[in-house]
C-alpha cells in the first residue's frame, strides 16, 4: 500500500478488560485493508493504520461486529458523561444495597424479627431487584454483547456471579418448597457485589481521567485568537485563521499563538510547559517562538511561519495522544493470557460448583453456590488489562511536561536497557555555533588576509557550521569576499571552489592527501591546535599548501553535567564527531567522556553505531534528528535533540524539546521508571489473580474442614476457609484501583 496507508484514532466504548481490547483489536485486524491496529484499555482507543479500502464505515462495523461501540467525535465529553452516570448508578445502588444489609442481619447474625421471614425476604427482593437490572444494567448489556458472538468478558463474570445469588435467592423467597430445610437467602451478596464493583469503576475512570492531565495541559495552552496585521491594521481573528507569513502582534502577558520568527521587538518568554526550561528566554528580531508559551513584560511582532496542525504544540500533543495509546512489548505476556483467562475461570467457577455440591461440608449447594461466584468475581482480569497502558499514560504525560517527546511504549521499554550514550559533538555538546580563531599562512604562501579572503569565498556556498565560522570570521574582519565560479563538496571531508580563476580547496588532513597536497610544514601547528579543542582547517591553493584556518566551537556549560548524570547512571558514554581526533580527544577531556568516535563522516556514524552494537552494547544515538538521521535510525534509541520550534520530531524515538543534553539522562531515567512501575503493576495483577482464585476455589479447605477457621479470619474465610464472595468483589475493586493508582506516582518522578 505504501503512502497509501494512513493512521485513524477513535474512542471505543463497551471494553471493560484485557480480554475485550484483545478482542476489538482482532476485529479490526480481519477488516481488508487493515495494516495494523492497537487498542488501548486505559484510554479507550483504538488506533489502526489502513488502506484506502479500509475506510471508517468498514472499522466501525467490525467494532460493532465484535460486541463494542465506537464514539463518535461529537461525543468527545463522553468520558465526563460515564462518570456522572456512574456515580447515580452508585448512589441509588449504595442506598438499596445498605437497606438491603440491615434487612439482612436477621439472617446473618439469626436473631428474631417481629415481621415473617417470608415477608422479610420478599422485602429484600424487592430492594435488590433494582441494584441487579437498574444499578447492574451495564454488566447485562457488555456480557449480551459478547454472548452474542459467542464470546465472553469481565462483564460475563460479574453477570454469572451476582445472578447466581439473586436468582438463588429469588428463587427460595418466591417458592421455598423448591429447596429442602431452611433455605438462606444472599441477596446482600449480590447487591453488595454490583455496588463495590460500581464504586471500583468509578474510582478507576476518575484516576484514569488523571492520566491524560498533560494532554488536558497541551491543549490548554492553545491561544484561541490571534493579533495580525492586515491591511496597515491590527485585527484579531480565530487562531484558525492565522495564514504562514502574516505578521502576529504580541503584547505583555498574552500567549503565542503560532509558531514564528521575530521581526521585531524584544521580551522573555516563558516556555517551560514546551521544553521544560524554567527560566524566561530572551527574544529578539531572527529568534523562533513557538505557539502556545506565555510573553512576559515585553511586545514584539513575528511573522508567522507554522499555523494549524503545523505547529510544535499541535506536533507535540499528536506525539504524545499516540505515544499514550502505543503498546510496550512487555504487555504481550498480559495480552496473551487475556485471551484465554475469561473461558478458563468460567471453567473453573464450573469445576468449583460441582465439586463442593458433590463433597462439601452441608449446607453443600450453598457452599458450592457461594464458592462459585467468588472465583467468578474475584477473578475480572481488570487490572492486568491496565497494568501497562496506565503507566505508559502518565510516563509519556509527564515526559511530555518536561520536554522529552517518547514515540510510544515500545522506545519506553528499550530505553531502559541502554548501556551506552553516543552524543554528536556539534550542536549537541557544543553549541554548533563555530567561530574562526586562528589564521595561519604556510611558508612562501600568500598574506593571512589574502588565505581568508580566498577561504571565505570558496565556503560562502557552504551551509555547513565549519564554512558559515569562515565566512563570518572574514566580515568580521571587514574583507571583501567575492563569489566562487564552481563549488563542490567532497562529503564530510571539505570543499572545493573556482574563485578568480583559481582552484581553492579546503578541508580535513585526509582530503589533502586524497588530493595529492603536501602539507609543507602545517602538520605541526595543526597538531598545536587540535590539542587546544580547536579543528584545524587545511587550505591549498592551485594544489599547492597555502595555510591553516583554526575553527573552534564553544561547548554547552550544561554538557558537563550531562555527562556525569549519565555516569551516575552507571552508562558508557561516547562522542562522534568529523573533526580531527586530537580536537575531539581535547573536548571529550574536558567534559570526562570515556570514547571518541573522531574523523567519522556523516555516512559512516550508522556503521559506527552498528559496530558498538556487535560488540554487545545496547546503543542510543544522540544527535539533531536531521543530519544524523541514518544513525538514529540505526540504534537501539534515537535521540533527537532540538531547538524550539525547530525540533525535528519524526528523526527520532525520543525527542527533546530545547537544546538541553541533560535531558538525556531524563529521558533515560523515566523510561527506567515506567518500565519500574510497569512491572510493579503487572506482579500484583497476576499475584492478586493467582494468589486469590484458589482460595476462591475453596483450596483452603482441608486445612479448615473441621471448621477450625481463628475467629479472627471467619469474615473473611468463613467457617471452613472459603473466602467471602463480598471481600472478593471488594479485592478484584481494589486491585483495578490499585493498578491505576501506581502508575499516577509516575507524575511526582523527578527529571
Not at 485585527?235 to 502577558?253: D, L, M, S, W
Not at 510573553?295 to 499555523?307: D, E, L, P
Request: net charge neutral; proline share 5%; hydrophobic share 45%.
Amino acid at each position: 500500500m505504501g503512502e497509501a496507508v494512513r493512521k485513524t484514532s477513535f474512542r471505543v466504548s463497551g471494553m471493560s478488560c484485557a480480554a475485550c481490547a484483545r478482542r476489538v483489536e482482532s476485529a479490526l485486524g480481519r477488516v481488508p485493508g487493515v495494516v495494523g491496529a492497537n487498542v488501548n484499555l486505559a484510554t479507550e482507543r483504538a488506533t489502526v493504520e489502513h488502506g484506502p479500502e479500509a475506510g471508517m464505515e468498514e472499522l466501525r462495523r467490525a467494532v460493532e461486529a465484535a460486541g463494542y461501540g465506537v464514539v463518535s467525535a461529537e461525543e468527545g465529553s463522553r468520558g465526563v458523561r460515564e462518570r456522572r452516570e456512574l456515580g447515580r448508578d452508585l448512589l441509588v445502588a449504595g442506598v438499596l444495597t445498605g437497606l438491603i444489609v440491615l434487612g439482612s442481619l436477621p439472617h446473618m447474625l439469626g436473631f428474631e424479627v417481629p415481621v415473617p421471614m417470608e415477608l422479610l425476604n420478599l422485602g429484600l427482593l424487592v430492594l435488590a431487584t433494582p441494584v441487579q437490572f437498574w444499578a447492574g444494567r451495564r454488566f447485562y448489556r457488555g456480557a449480551w454483547g459478547a454472548l452474542r458472538h459467542g464470546q465472553a468478558n469481565m462483564n460475563t463474570l460479574v453477570v454469572l456471579g451476582t445472578s447466581a445469588a439473586y436468582l438463588y435467592s429469588a428463587a427460595a423467597t418466591l417458592a421455598p418448597g423448591l429447596f429442602t430445610g431452611r433455605t438462606g437467602v444472599y441477596f446482600d451478596t449480590s447487591a453488595i457485589i454490583i455496588t463495590l464493583i460500581l464504586l471500583g469503576r468509578l474510582l478507576e475512570a476518575r484516576a484514569k481521567g488523571r492520566t491524560s492531565a498533560a494532554i488536558e495541559r497541551l491543549a490548554g495552552m492553545q491561544a484561541e485568537t490571534a493579533r495580525v496585521v492586515r491591511g496597515g491594521f491590527e485585527r484579531e481573528v480565530p487562531v484558525g485563521e492565522v495564514e504562514v507569513g502574516e505578521t502576529v502582534v504580541v503584547r505583555p502577558g498574552e500567549r503565542v499563538p503560532v509558531d514564528g520568527v521575530v521581526i521585531e521587538g524584544r521580551s522573555a518568554v516563558d516556555e517551560a510547559m514546551i521544553t521544560g526550561e524554567s527560566l524566561p528566554v530572551e527574544k529578539g528580531p531572527g529568534d523562533e517562538v513557538i505557539g502556545g508559551t506565555i510573553n512576559g513584560t515585553g511586545s514584539f511582532r513575528f511573522r508567522a511561519t507554522r499555523v494549524g496542525r503545523d505547529t510544535a504544540l499541535a506536533r507535540i500533543t499528536r506525539m504524545v495522544e499516540e505515544a499514550q495509546g502505543s503498546k510496550a512489548p512487555i504487555q504481550r505476556l498480559a495480552d496473551r493470557i487475556s485471551g484465554v483467562f475469561v473461558p478458563a475461570v468460567m471453567t473453573v467457577a464450573a469445576v468449583t460448583f460441582v465439586v463442593w455440591w458433590a463433597l462439601g461440608p452441608e449446607p453443600a449447594f450453598t457452599h458450592a453456590l457461594l464458592n462459585t461466584v467468588a472465583v467468578l468475581i474475584i477473578a475480572c482480569p481488570c487490572a492486568m488489562g491496565l497494568a501497562t497502558p496506565t503507566s505508559i499514560m502518565v510516563g509519556t504525560g509527564r515526559g511530555a511536561e518536561r520536554g522529552i517527546l517518547v514515540r510510544g511504549g515500545e522506545t519506553l521499554e528499550e530505553a531502559h536497557r541502554i548501556t551506552t550514550v553516543v552524543l554528536d559533538k556539534t550542536g549537541t555538546l557544543t553549541k554548533g555555533k563555530p567561530r574562526l580563531t586562528d589564521v595561519v599562512s604556510a611558508a612562501g604562501g600568500p598574506t593571512e588576509d589574502e588565505l581568508l579572503r580566498l577561504a571565505a569565498a570558496a565556503e560562502s556556498a557552504s551551509e555547513h557550521p565549519l564554512g558559515e565560522a569562515v565566512v563570518a570570521g572574514a566580515r568580521e574582519r571587514g574583507i571583501r569576499i567575492p563569489s566562487p565560479q564552481g563549488f563542490e563538496a567532497p562529503t564530510g571531508l571539505g570543499v572545493r571552489a573556482l574563485v578568480e580563476g583559481r582552484t581553492v580547496l579546503l578541508g580535513s588532513r585526509r582530503l589533502m592527501e586524497e588530493s595529492g597536497v603536501r602539507e609543507n610544514g602545517l602538520a605541526p601547528r595543526a597538531e598545536t591546535l587540535s590539542r587546544e579543542g580547536k579543528t584545524p582547517v587545511f587550505v591549498a591553493i592551485d594544489g599547492q599548501p597555502a595555510g591553516l584556518l583554526a575553527v573552534s566551537d564553544t561547548v554547552r556549560e550544561e554538557a558537563r553535567e550531562a555527562v556525569e548524570q549519565l555516569h551516575g547512571m552507571g552508562l558508557e558514554v561516547a562522542m562522534i564527531t568529523g573533526d580531527d581526533r586530537r580536537a575531539a580527544e581535547a573536548v571529550a577531556r574536558e567534559l570526562g567522556i570515556d570514547r571518541v568516535l573522531a574523523e567519522v563522516l556523516p555516512q559512516d556514524k550508522a556503521a559506527e553505531v552498528e559496530r558498538l552494537q556487535r560488540e554487545g552494547r545496547k546503543v542510543a544515538m544522540v544527535g539533531d534528528g536531521v543530519n544524523d538521521a541514518p544513525a538514529l535510525a540505526r540504534a537501539d534509541v534515537g535521540i533527537a535533540i532540538g531547538t524550539g520550534a525547530d525540533v525535528a520530531m519524526e528523526a527520532a524515538d525520543i525527542t527533546l524539546v530545547g537544546d538541553d543534553v541533560r535531558g538525556v539522562a531524563r529521558a533515560i531515567k523515566l523510561s527506567k521508571a515506567t518500565i519500574r512501575n510497569i512491572r510493579q503493576n503487572l506482579f500484583w495483577a497476576f499475584a492478586y489473580n493467582v494468589a486469590l482464585i484458589p482460595v476462591a476455589a475453596g483450596v483452603l479447605y482441608p486445612l479448615f474442614s473441621g471448621g477450625t477457621v481463628p475467629e479472627a479470619l471467619r469474615p473473611v474465610l468463613g467457617e471452613y476457609g472459603f473466602l467471602n464472595p463480598v471481600l472478593a468483589a471488594a479485592a478484584m475493586a481494589l486491585s483495578s484501583v490499585t493498578v491505576v493508582g501506581n502508575a499516577l506516582r509516575l507524575r511526582r518522578v523527578r527529571l
